[in-house]
């Protein structure tokens, strides 16, 4: 685990649970799957119009609400159908939740339900795409490119080249906040953050500057403007035709139709930045060989990967234009958030960020000083992603039979587990709503189990950039705070607004004072 933390996250114990439940239901049958409780809708046909707007208490906008809803009503396992045959299983118990996600049926890959319509957009264009990608892929297809497109992102060396670049773009970042104001309107933060995100993944990944904060790139029409724009768009229409009928595998439904054309945009993108990168690739290799010049970008690497082909890296330039902008970006709202409201959490984190930063307009921020002296930060980082994950949990397909919750669940149900809810319970964390980056400190009493706070996924499906995400949210907490004092203009509390990735409801309102 990237954090260094002193939680106890027993493994044995969790192990020790499953195996006594196991035991028990050895004795005990498992009861049938039909007699898990959760809403089934009138006359069996299903549960969806509770989540058309203006007609259904339920929102695809606040999963966690239907989540808290159903935990309340039904227990810690709920099973909802959707429509006539298609069941989905909620998952509360972190016991169950390992059960599934530990399971490593011999050769078979871990399997989700998602990004279905993504995935017909790419199936449709095979002169672009040679699989779904990494978000909509299953089976043998997605363990392919996974297995190659991982190496350049996942080793801890790997991600520890890119941090004077993300440390010197940040910096640039920083600098160009201005003190608020008292008699002007406090602006929104959230998208001074995305376009900070954006610029950081294109550098990274494509070795190229948008210039996202230039005058020219703030405009509506301009590549970064449109391609934020695009992102949202997207991931804002994948939970409206993942589930019901899925009438756009007919026709062109308007969700459908909103998530073709930007993905059109981003496809265009993404073929651009590889085209690019191509047409200098033969001279950026000998540029290295004679010690000139040396490529920092993923791109790079993919391009000189021979188990990879070419539509294999344009579909993973996509994902990371989709992928790998608002979900760090909509973290550190939240973090920010939680910051705003807790002077003394903010103040450790100042106290912190001055030791690594004598003056942060001289000094970098290290690898080993990240490594070794944020202790603080990463608690702060780690205890937003347990308020306020990027999802409300992590799906799955079962590959066999399970016995969950003492009900035998069969065979292809798609799982869901509800880590949201779940990490606000009493239950297993004191003091749940408060925000505490202490307990995730050294020396902490908190005893957590490893399979509530999972806000990159887990296992082989865990976000392929996980490392990269953190380092980045890293640096910025640390230099934001440095320069700054930050408190809250906007209303209290700030609600959760689902659009696949859980988002902030309302403006990212800071005001900001510059420290001495």
């Known amino acids: 685990m990237m954090f260094h933390s002193a939680v106890k996250l027993n493994h044995q114990s969790v192990v020790s649970n499953i195996i006594r439940k196991c035991s028990t239901n050895n004795v005990v049958s498992p009861k049938p799957f039909d007699e898990m409780p959760g809403p089934r809708g009138p006359l069996g046909l299903g549960n969806l119009y509770q989540y058309i707007p203006g007609i259904g208490k339920y929102s695809f906008e606040a999963l966690h609400e239907s989540g808290r809803d159903k935990l309340e009503k039904y227990g810690p396992i709920v099973r909802e159908t959707m429509v006539p045959g298609q069941n989905l299983v909620w998952l509360y118990d972190p016991d169950d939740i390992a059960t599934v996600l530990n399971d490593k049926t011999p050769g078979i890959y871990p399997a989700r339900r998602s990004h279905l319509a993504l995935a017909k957009y790419r199936r449709d264009r095979p002169n672009v795409y040679r699989t779904?990608?990494?978000?909509?892929?299953?089976?043998?297809?997605?363990?392919?490119?996974?297995?190659?497109?991982?190496?350049?992102?996942?080793?801890?060396?790997?991600?520890?080249?890119?941090?004077?670049?993300?440390?010197?773009?940040?910096?640039?970042?920083?600098?160009?906040?201005k003190p608020s104001d008292k008699r002007e309107r406090v602006p929104d933060f959230m998208p001074a953050i995305s376009r900070l995100n954006l610029e950081l993944t294109c550098l990274m990944a494509f070795d190229v500057r948008l210039d996202s904060f230039s005058t020219e790139q703030m405009q509506p029409t301009s590549l970064s403007s449109r391609l934020m724009d695009a992102a949202e768009v997207t991931n804002q229409n994948i939970l409206p035709t993942d589930q019901g009928f899925q009438l756009w595998r007919l026709f062109e439904t308007p969700s459908y139709r909103q998530i073709r054309k930007s993905q059109e945009f981003m496809e265009k993108t993404a073929v651009e930045l590889v085209s690019q990168k191509l047409l200098y690739f033969d001279e950026d290799r000998q540029k290295m060989a004679s010690g000139q010049h040396r490529s920092r970008s993923l791109l790079e690497e993919y391009l000189r990967n021979p188990n990879l082909e070419l539509n294999d890296i344009i579909g993973m330039a996509a994902d990371l234009l989709l992928a790998g902008v608002h979900t760090t970006s909509y973290t550190l709202a939240f973090a920010l958030y939680h910051l705003c409201l807790n002077h003394d959490a903010q103040q450790k984190l100042f106290e912190e960020a001055k030791r690594i930063l004598p003056d942060p307009w001289k000094n970098n921020i290290e690898a080993a000083a990240l490594n070794s002296e944020a202790s603080y930060c990463r608690a702060v980082l780690k205890e937003a992603l347990r308020l306020n994950p990027i999802s409300v949990g992590v799906g799955r397909i079962l590959n066999k039979d399970a016995i969950l919750g003492g009900f035998h669940v069969p065979k292809g149900t798609v799982v869901v587990t509800q880590n949201l809810i779940s990490c606000r319970q009493e239950q297993y964390f004191k003091n749940a709503s408060m925000f505490l980056p202490e307990r995730w400190m050294r020396g902490s009493k908190e005893s957590v189990h490893p399979y509530l706070v999972l806000p990159f996924?887990?296992?082989?499906?865990?976000?392929?950039?996980?490392?990269?995400?953190?380092?980045?949210?890293?640096?910025?907490?640390?230099?934001?705070?440095?320069?700054?004092?930050?408190?809250?203009?906007?209303?209290?509390?700030?609600?959760?607004?689902?659009?696949?990735?859980?988002?902030?409801d309302q403006p990212i309102a800071i005001v900001f004072r510059a420290r001495s």
């Open 132 to 177: 779904a990608g990494l978000l909509a892929s299953n089976g043998i297809e997605w363990w392919k490119i996974r297995s190659e497109l991982q190496k350049g992102l996942s080793s801890p060396q790997s991600v520890r080249n890119f941090l004077p670049l993300t440390d010197q773009v940040t910096s640039e970042f920083v600098a160009n906040i």
């Open 457 to 504: 996924g887990h296992g082989m499906r865990a976000c392929i950039a996980r490392r990269m995400a953190e380092q980045n949210m890293l640096v910025l907490l640390l230099r934001l705070i440095r320069s700054f004092e930050i408190e809250w203009a906007g209303s209290v509390p700030m609600d959760i607004q689902t659009k696949l990735i859980n988002q902030p």
